[in-house]
């Protein structure tokens, strides 16, 4: 996971559009006065980063016919 970044409120206030597309890369910490007062963050990240971990388990070439008598092999 990257790392957390920290925003003033009045500039997300300005560009709330932007941060909303970070938060799919990174936590941003929303801050007043210097101190952390809410935090956006992604619930699907940590999906996303499975996925893309087990993309290249999966070999590239699909044989529709080998990949249909493994599973009727299975019931």
Do not use: W
Request: proline share 3%.
């Amino acid at each position: 996971m990257s790392e957390t970044i920290q925003i003033p409120a009045s500039q997300v206030r300005k560009d709330f559009a932007h941060y909303l597309r970070l938060v799919d890369e990174t936590d941003v910490e929303i801050t007043r006065n210097g101190k952390v007062v809410a935090m956006l963050t992604s619930p699907h990240r940590e999906r996303l980063a499975i996925v893309a971990e087990l993309a290249g388990c999966v070999d590239a070439v699909v044989d529709e016919k080998t990949d249909r008598a493994e599973r009727l092999a299975r019931k």
